[in-house]
């Protein structure tokens, strides 16, 4: 939203602070100023002067002397422009003087450029005139100025040589652009935001006087309107005006709407440009005599029609998409634009004012859809107090009838089933003190409020909220109006109070600290990806066609291919950082993630998907299988979870090195997995090393963590060991055989340990030599030898159930 400081001091004649003070008073009452422009800041010495004669240079055919009469002399000044000529009246930059711009509209220095005394060619020449480029703006915003020449002042702008011509032209003004926040909808007009200066500033806001406008005809008589979706349309006004006169607007306005970044066009298309940008109400003018049976229609499309806008654009329509119709044909898609079927043209004799509110996320979604968002949607998007429409169309047409554009019909047509009534809050200073810790009257509450027009009823003891306040609703939303009137630099610091509570992590956050505090003392660095992603990622993964995996939930309106799916692995995001790291030459690097994954329940999504925490490790460089496998175990034990941790070599992940990659489980229960990356897919990424990774699905390992620590005294008898050499079959995984030991060693086994593992000459084809240390101890007495026997002889019968034998 862009004002200029000119347009502002319409409605608040006493506003008079530098641009800087109104930048930061803005602000910090809530209104945030973005930045400001000064449009003089680069001009200087520049006035109104009268070329009384002129004759050729003597020795150059494109130069003109000329005696121009700046009000206090005539002096003489050599040009070239093209369009000189004796009487005309230009802006003269005296010397010593700055301009702003080249005369193509080249960019100068930053502080413009001085004008000096010169020669030309032999000829002194006291000073420069001007074309609007110079001075800093463009023929989009001057659209009087020629093409390639010097301005020209007209007869009717009452300008007389000496006078200042920045002052003439509207350049000694300032705009400011400012960041609305969605729900101050009021402040997308430049009436708002001078609401909101006065109250800033303390000065009186005198908006703008309607006058009641229209001859003795009746409106009716001319146009008819049904609305037939007043759920997406709760208010429509129309008025007539007939014996159109279309000549350009005037200067003021021209101004005013150039200030906003509007390029002036006519009287009629500048009127209702004019009252958007004031009232914030976009309004559009349909040529009535192209609107059949005379009567306006307010519905959806028709599935699959078609519609050509006033940009000359084809659009494809939908039912979803609200149209403004006549009684055969659309005529305008609601809120976003007017049709080519009845644009205003030259010949335009009779007009039809259209002020509606209309359902803005309708609004929004059909501009997104067609591909075509303009200023009007951009407002009505917002959504639009709909007793503004009124006051708006009665503005364009006061201001027709002042500019003698035409003749209003009496009346108004206007459908508005539905009124919109203003918000209602109790009125609690107590609360409002409390709430922002500070001790304000109940009397200079009341005052900050009324400022914006919050007033009491006292009746009820309700802030009574007009209705193009859409963002009062309750005490804290008064609670802030009162703070950044008295100002939030003015509140003092305060103590929180109020009873004593506890604050702590959830469990499931203390487990998520876990497992950051085990990466990084482990080496690992955490990392951030993208929870959107391609569906190319599974074909890099080698992600078979029907796994599960694949069934991604497809983002509506994504980004891009790139950006399309919710992500169902952690893998891409995991791989492409080290990827990326890789390819700069880091060595040794170890990321961990945590991070969402979602799988949908169904598709099409009828419902939220499960979203699964992931803790993803990965690292290339120092390091092995066994590295992280030790990482993942660290990390369970820090849990709590002293029980087994077995492994599965038959993890089935295809995006893993097929003999190095496991299941991890835990009581049974499947809980993440871990390996090398698959050489392939290691070259999808373009690694040059081995990858490992480790992915722990943590809603899984949540129900077995227990942070309860048990005191154990330290052992009292002695441990008593035994060595197993073993010839065992190669198909038997070390798991298999360490999970027969620990059932058949009962209690008084303390440990076992892997020692030894052979494959060679000495030992039989098919087979492998393996030997473990076992320590057993008892809590209770010294073990005798039975004891240890006993278990022993329990442990081979086991043993060799799987088809072991000790090794002779």
Known sequence: MNTSYSWLKMYVPDLDVSAQEYFDGMTLSGTKCETYDILDKNLKDIVVGKIESMEKHPDADHLMICQVNIGSETTQIVTGAPNVRVGMLTPVVLPGGKVAGGHDGSAMPEDGIEIKDGNLRGVPSHGMMCS????????????????????????????????????????????FEYEITSNRVDCYSVIGIAREAAATFRKKFIPPVIKETGNSEDVNDYIKVDVQDPELCPRYVARVVKNIKLAPSPKWMQRCLASNGIRPINNVVDITNYVMEEFGQPMHAFD????????????????????????????????????????????????????????????????????????????????????????????????????????????ACQLIEEFGAGEVVGGAVDVYPVKREPSRVKFEPEKINAMLGTDISREDQLKYLEAVDLKLDEATGEIVAPTWRQDIHRNCDVAEEVARFFGYDNIPTTLPHGEATAGKLSFKNIVEGKARDVAEYCGFSQGMCYSFESPKVFDKLLVPADDPA????????????????????????????????????????????????????????????????????????????????????????????????????????????????????????????????????????????????????????????????????????????????????????????????????????ESLKLFDIYEGEQVEAGFKSMAYSLSFRSKEKTLEESDITAAMKKILNGLGDLGIDLRQ
């Open 550 to 749: 694949r069934k991604a939930i497809e983002i509506s309106n994504p980004l891009g291919e790139d950006f399309s799916i919710m992500r169902t692995l952690s893998l891409n995001g995991m791989l492409n950082s080290l990827s990326t790291n890789y390819n700069r030459r880091n060595k040794n690097v170890r990321l961990y993630e945590l991070g969402n994954i979602y799988i949908p329940k169904q598709l099409p999504v009828t419902e939220l998907p499960d979203e699964r925490m992931q803790f993803t490790l990965g690292f290339y460089g120092d390091g092995d299988f066994y590295t992280m496998k030790g990482v993942v175990e660290e990390f369970l034990t820090q849990l709590g979870m002293h029980e087994v941790i077995e492994y599965n070599s038959k993890a089935g992940k295809s995006f893993l090195h097929p003999g190095r990659q496991a299941l991890v489980t835990y009581e049974g229960k499947v809980i993440g997995y871990l390996g090398e990356i698959h050489p392939l897919v290691q070259k999808n990424y373009g690694i040059g090393d081995r990858v490992y990774v480790a992915v722990l699905d943590m809603p899984e390992i949540l129900p077995f963590v227990s942070f309860d620590h048990k005191f154990t005294g330290i052992a009292k008898f002695p441990a008593v060991t035994r060595d197993l050499s073993m010839l065992i079959p190669k198909e038997i995984e070390a798991a298999a055989i360490e999970k027969v030991i620990r059932q058949r060693g009962g209690k008084i086994l």
């Open 288 to 395: 009535l005599d192209t609107i059949a049976g005379n009567q306006i229609i307010v519905r959806r499309a028709d599935e699959g029609e078609k519609f050509v806008t006033l940009d000359g654009k084809e659009h494809v329509l939908d039912s979803s998409i609200l149209t403004i119709r006549d009684a055969e044909k659309a005529v305008g898609l609601a809120g976003i634009m007017g049709g080519e079927n009845s644009m205003i043209t030259d010949q335009v004799k009779t007009i039809l004012f259209e002020a509606a509110c209309f359902d803005g996320t309708n609004i929004r979604l059909s501009a997104k859809k067609i591909g075509n968002q303009t200023d009007a949607s951009r407002k009505f998007d917002k959504g639009l107090d709909p007793n503004t429409a009124m006051d708006a169309i009665n503005r």
């Open 132 to 175: 609007i480029e110079e001075l800093g703006s463009t023929r989009e915003f001057y659209p009087e100025a020629p093409e390639n020449g010097l301005y020209e002042f007209s007869e009717s702008d009452g300008v007389k040589p000496g006078d200042d011509a920045i002052e003439a032209l509207g350049l000694h003004d300032i705009n």
